[in-house]
C-alpha cells in the first residue's frame, strides 16, 4: 500500500505515545512451525510469516522483513551457514589474505556486481511484494546490509579493519561495488511496493570516527540519497558499540529514523541526536528477547522507556534483530510494557 512516508515520520516524531518498532520477523517460524531454512527459501512464508507477525502485534509501528545479513554477501560468491533455526551466516570471505596487495587489489577490480536477482534476492523481493498485498495497516519495511557491513564481509570483517589502513584503495573499490549492488537492490524492493528499507550497518561500529565516515557514512549517505523519497522511508540500523562516538558519520547519511543496538546506553544517544531526528532501540535481543523472562523483559523495556522517553524523538525497539527462538511469551511482555508506560503517562497527564 503506497504511503507518504515523510508524512508518517512527521508523525512519528510528534506523536506523543510511539507504536513500538522492534526488528521482528524470524520467530514467525515459531508462528507457522518451520524452520530458517524453510522461511529464507520461500517467498510465500516469508510474506505469511510477515503477516502473523502483524496480526500478533497489532501495535507494532510497523513490519519488517529479514534482517539476513547474508544474502547480499552470498550474491557475490561469498559462501554461507544455513541452520534450521539460527540467522544465516558468511562462513568465509571472496579476497584471499594470503595474496600479495597487487594481487589482492587486481581480485577487487575484476570482482563483478551481481544482477539483482539473483541468490536468494528474487526470493526476497518477491515476498516483500506479496506482503505489501498481506500487511495494509502500517509501513512494511525490506531488509538490506549496509555498504561497509557488506565489504566486510567479503574482505573478512578482521582483515576488512586492517585493510582500511593499509590497503585503503582496495577497499574504497570494494566499497563502491557493495554500494552498487545495494542501491540497485534497495530500488527493486520499492519497485513492488516495500514503503521503505532498513538499512544494517553493524560492521560501522568498529570503525574509529575518522573511518567510520569514509568507509561507512559517506556511502551510506550515497544509498540514501538515491532511494529516499517522500514514499519510501530509510531506517539506519547501527548496533555497534562506538555509535555513540561516531554520530556526526550516522547522522550525516540522511535517513528517516536511526535503529541503535544495546551495546550503547540509549540515553546518550537520545542527548547528542538532533530533537527533529527520529532514534529507535535498545531493549537486548539476546539476553532479554531470546533468554529472558517475561517479567525481565518487561522490566528493561520499562527502564529504557523511563530514561529515553523523555525525548520526544524517541521510539522503543529491540536492539537489534530479534533471534528466531526467542520466546513469544518474551515479545508479547514487550509490547505489553510499552502499552503499560504509555498508559500510565496518560494517567499522569490526565
Not at 58 to 64: F, M, Q
Not at 147 to 162: C, K, N, Q
Not at 203 to 220: H, K, T, V
Amino acid at each position: 500500500m503506497k504511503m507518504n512516508m515523510d508524512q508518517w515520520t512527521k508523525e512519528l516524531l510528534e506523536a506523543p505515545m510511539k507504536k513500538a518498532f522492534p526488528v521482528l520477523s524470524f520467530p514467525s517460524i515459531q508462528l507457522m512451525g518451520i524452520t530458517v531454512k524453510e522461511l529464507i527459501s520461500s517467498s510465500d512464508l516469508q510474506a505469511q510469516g510477515m503477516k502473523a507477525v502483524a496480526d500478533r502485534t497489532p501495535h507494532a509501528g510497523g513490519a519488517v522483513s529479514l534482517m539476513d545479513l547474508s544474502v547480499e554477501a552470498e550474491c557475490f560468491g561469498a559462501p554461507i551457514r544455513v541452520e534450521d533455526h539460527e540467522v544465516p551466516t558468511v562462513t568465509g570471505a571472496i579476497l584471499d589474505a594470503d595474496a600479495e596487495e597487487e594481487e589482492r587489489m587486481e581480485a577487487a577490480e575484476a570482482m563483478e556486481v551481481p544482477k539483482v536477482g539473483v541468490g536468494r534476492t528474487q526470493i526476497y523481493i518477491d515476498a516483500i511484494a506479496k506482503a505489501t498485498e498481506l500487511i495494509t495497516d502500517r509501513p512494511v519495511f525490506a531488509g538490506v546490509i549496509g555498504p561497509f557491513s557488506l565489504a566486510g564481509r567479503l574482505l573478512g570483517v578482521t582483515d576488512a579493519m586492517i585493510y582500511c589502513f593499509d590497503e585503503p584503495d582496495m577497499v574504497h573499490v570494494v566499497m563502491e561495488k557493495a554500494t552498487e549492488f545495494i542501491i540497485k537492490y534497495i530500488l527493486a524492493y520499492k519497485e513492488v511496493g516495500a514503503n521503505g528499507v532498513v538499512i544494517a550497518e553493524p560492521l560501522a561500529g568498529l570503525l574509529s570516527p575518522s573511518l567510520a565516515q569514509e568507509f561507512s557514512g559517506d556511502y551510506s549517505k550515497k544509498i540514501v540519497d538515491a532511494v529516499r523519497d517522500e514514499n519510501f522511508a530509510v531506517i539506519y540500523h547501527n548496533c555497534g558499540n562506538s555509535a555513540n562516538q561516531t554520530m556526526d558519520s550516522i547522522l550525516c547519511c540522511g535517513a528517516n529514523a536511526y535503529h541503535f543496538g544495546n551495546a550503547v546506553d540509549m540515553k546518550e544517544i537520545m542527548e547528542k541526536a538532533p530533537a527533529d531526528v527520529i532514534c529507535m532501540g535498545n531493549v537486548d535481543p539476546a539476553a532479554q528477547f531470546r533468554n529472558g523472562t517475561p517479567e525481565s523483559i518487561r522490566k528493561e523495556t520499562l527502564e529504557v522507556m523511563e530514561k529515553c522517553c523523555s525525548y520526544p524523538n524517541f521510539v522503543i525497539s529491540s536492539g537489534c534483530d530479534i533471534p528466531p527462538l526467542s520466546s513469544w511469551d518474551n515479545i508479547d511482555a514487550f509490547f505489553a510494557a510499552v502499552d503499560e508506560f504509555y498508559q500510565k503517562q496518560m494517567v499522569f497527564m490526565e
